[in-house]
């Protein structure tokens, strides 16, 4: 047996019973093969047995009142996973499908995202079962206060600092930071996605979403192509999806779908996002109010938004959302293009399709790192107490995106094949974090 395998097996066995986690953990094992294959050093400092295996996992109960008074209990997590370049660094998701192993999954993904970003910052991840749909502000307010209680004896400026994911934005981070700052009397820069009134940087709510758009135009350029004049699918209307959206309409794309977990928007006329932040970020609705107010709109409660032609495809909503036979539908409608906003959205099947397709994919650690690079960007400026400007923030995203489509694309080529993003990505995120935590023998 191989060293890859002998360690795959190992991991399996010592993780039964987590399906996100070992599907992360192979993708990153079969394309960084050329790399491990070639030095024994790897093997000789069992650097995949320690690299799999979180420097620490942290599960906790979080009591809370609800509006009648009643104590509930929901269970948290804060996956630490590797510090070898960087405090850890990874964003807290409050969904109820949240387990170990979707945490476990985000963490190492975090790892290999956070080393292609050039930030000296390492991966973690954390959240809880909680459900904040339909909670009052209240409800939220003492969850997140409770949730921080016990997860600030773990965290630090220089040690773990926390971000958003799904179902945890600026407002929930408001509320944590509140509550760190209170138990610590500590004003440093322990979560980002802060307030801009408290040490929140400009840019970073649309961080992920531009740099998502960023790298699909790097990759679109590097094929002599661009953003311009495409119809693109777009999946979610939060965070990621919004932003892109936006970005996307900038550079002169025509964004055609959004959708919720309840259902789906299209709009051929171009999504109108000034009603779809009132309904999302103001409202906190649904995407079927869309096409209430628009005329131009269809509803559908059923089917993704896969199913309709586009040229450009971005799933910016969550894990295995587009399957094998959605990926067959967008190939045959001549998709040119995918980005994964959201955290490990396409099925190993699915990728599988689109490379044997020839279509441009874009894996999420490469294509969703500058919600994270931006990140890293808020806790410089709250070390310098500084604040730069919209322009300077984005310009320096726009440069570390630029960074990683050519890191990616080097290693794409070196170990690989031309435009093999998947492997590109994975092997220069690897890289970098195994030559430092050989160096550092721990
Ligand atoms: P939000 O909570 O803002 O939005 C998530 C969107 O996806 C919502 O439209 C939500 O619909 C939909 N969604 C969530 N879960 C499901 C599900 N199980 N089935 C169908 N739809 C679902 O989250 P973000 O936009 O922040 O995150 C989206 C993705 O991007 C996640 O994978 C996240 O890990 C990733 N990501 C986010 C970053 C960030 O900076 N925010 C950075 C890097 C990656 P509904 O409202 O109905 O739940």
């Keep these: 047996m191989s060293y890859i395998e002998e360690v795959r097996a190992a991991v399996a066995a010592r993780n039964a019973g987590q399906p996100e986690f070992m599907q992360?953990?192979?993708?990153?094992?079969?394309?960084?093969?050329?790399?491990?294959?070639?030095?024994?050093?790897?093997?000789?400092?069992?650097?995949?047995?320690?690299?799999?295996?979180?420097?620490?996992?942290?599960?906790?109960?979080v009591p809370w009142t609800d509006d009648n008074g009643n104590m509930r209990v929901n269970r948290g997590y804060r996956i630490q996973f590797n510090n070898a370049i960087g405090p850890?660094?990874?964003?807290?998701?409050?969904?109820?499908?949240?387990?170990?192993?979707?945490?476990?999954?985000?963490?190492?993904?975090?790892?290999?995202?956070?080393?292609?970003?050039?930030?000296?910052?390492?991966?973690?991840k954390g959240g809880?079962?909680?459900?904040?749909?339909?909670?009052?502000?209240?409800?939220?307010?003492?969850?997140?206060?409770?949730f921080m209680t016990e997860l600030s004896r773990h965290i630090g400026a220089d040690t773990d600092v926390p971000a958003g994911d799904i179902g945890v934005g600026g407002r929930e981070i408001g509320y944590m930071y509140g509550q760190y700052k209170r138990i610590k009397n500590l004003y440093e820069g322990v979560l980002t996605g802060k307030g801009l009134t408290?040490?929140?940087?400009?840019?970073?709510?649309?961080?992920?979403?531009?740099?998502?758009?960023?790298?699909?135009?790097?990759?679109?350029?590097?094929?002599?192509?661009?953003?311009?004049?495409?119809?693109?699918?777009?999946?979610?209307?939060?965070?990621?999806?919004?932003?892109?959206?936006?970005?996307?309409?900038?550079?002169?794309?025509?964004?055609?779908?959004?959708?919720d977990s309840n259902g789906w928007i299209y709009d051929p006329n171009g999504i109108d996002l000034a009603v779809v932040k009132?309904?999302?970020?103001?409202?906190?609705?649904?995407?079927?109010?869309?096409?209430?107010?628009?005329?131009?709109?269809?509803y559908h409660d059923s089917g993704k938004v896969w199913q309709v032609k586009c040229d450009v495809a971005l799933p910016c909503a969550t894990q295995n959302e587009l399957d094998e036979n959605?990926?067959?539908?967008l190939v045959k409608n001549k998709v040119k293009a995918v980005g994964e906003g959201a955290n490990m959205p396409s099925t190993t099947e699915a990728i599988n399709v689109f490379q044997a397709a020839n279509v441009l994919f874009m894996p999420a650690k490469a294509a969703n790192a500058g919600g994270v690079a931006v990140s890293a960007l808020e806790m410089s400026q709250n070390s310098q107490r500084l604040a730069w400007t919209f322009d300077e923030v984005d310009g320096k995203l726009k440069g570390i995106m630029k960074g990683i489509f050519d890191k990616?694309?080097?290693?794409?080529?070196?170990?690989?094949?031309?435009?093999?993003?998947?492997?590109?990505?994975?092997?220069?995120?690897?890289?970098?974090?195994?030559?430092?935590?050989?160096a550092q023998g721990v």
């Design 198 to 259: 408290y040490g929140g940087s400009l840019a970073r709510t649309e961080a992920t979403g531009y740099g998502l758009v960023y790298i699909t135009e790097n990759m679109l350029a590097a094929a002599n192509d661009g953003i311009k004049g495409k119809t693109v699918a777009i999946s979610g209307s939060g965070n990621v999806a919004i932003y892109a959206a936006q970005k996307v309409q900038t550079l002169g794309g025509k964004v055609v779908t959004m959708s």
């Design 24 to 61: 992360a953990v192979d993708e990153v094992l079969n394309t960084i093969r050329p790399v491990v294959e070639s030095d024994d050093v790897y093997k000789r400092n069992a650097v995949l047995e320690r690299i799999t295996e979180p420097d620490r996992q942290i599960m906790f109960r």
């Design 128 to 146: 809880s079962d909680f459900d904040p749909k339909g909670k009052s502000e209240r409800e939220i307010r003492d969850f997140c206060h409770s």
């Design 278 to 298: 009132d309904i999302k970020e103001v409202k906190r609705g649904r995407i079927k109010e869309y096409a209430d107010r628009v005329k131009s709109a269809e």
């Design 408 to 438: 990616t694309a080097e290693a794409a080529k070196l170990y690989s094949k031309p435009a093999d993003y998947v492997s590109g990505a994975n092997i220069a995120g690897f890289l970098k974090v195994a030559q430092a935590m050989i």
């Design 326 to 329: 959605d990926a067959h539908t």
């Design 88 to 124: 850890y660094k990874g964003g807290l998701r409050l969904h109820p499908s949240v387990n170990l192993s979707i945490i476990k999954f985000l963490g190492f993904e975090q790892i290999f995202k956070n080393s292609l970003t050039g930030l000296p910052i390492g991966g973690g």
